[in-house]
Nanobody
Framework: QVLLVESGGGLVQAGDSLRLSCAAS????????MGWFRQAPGKEREFVAA????????YYADSVKGRFTISRDNAKNTVYLQMNSLKPEDTAVYYC?????????????????WGQGTQVTVSS
């Protein structure tokens, strides 16, 4: 059973930056594709970004492309989401996920393991 724990969320102003972290433990096999999702109140969970096992290939939602950067440090079993130029519409609970078989599969049900989420609030 893989355990994912997110951290780094908070309250910021529009234009500010935040870096989210997702620490993984309990993995017994090789690394997997990992992703970040977010869910705003009253909305469905939406894909934000994904990164391949090696960290070489990344994939982003159009809404965050050019502002957010996903990366990973496999030695630390940690995935990061650097969020720059934050907007009020980025406000949501951000979730880390692992296990999608194909990097570009952006549906939440493509992922096997999920963290508990971290709140990001961007004020205008």
């Amino acid at each position: 059973q893989v355990l994912l724990v997110e951290s780094g969320g908070g309250l910021v102003q529009a234009g500010d930056s935040l870096r989210l972290s997702c620490a993984a433990s309990g993995r017994t096999g090789s690394t997997s594709n990992m992703g970040w999702f977010r869910q705003a109140p009253g909305k469905e969970r939406e894909f934000v970004a994904a990164i391949s096992r090696s960290g070489v290939t990344t994939y982003y939602a159009d809404s965050v492309k050019g502002r957010f950067t996903i990366s990973r440090d496999n030695a630390k079993n940690t995935v990061y989401l650097q969020m720059n130029s934050l907007k009020p519409e980025d406000t949501a609970v951000y979730y880390c996920a692992e296990g999608s078989p194909i990097l570009t599969m952006s549906a939440p049900n493509a992922y096997v393991y999920w963290g508990q989420g971290t709140q990001v609030t961007v004020s205008s």
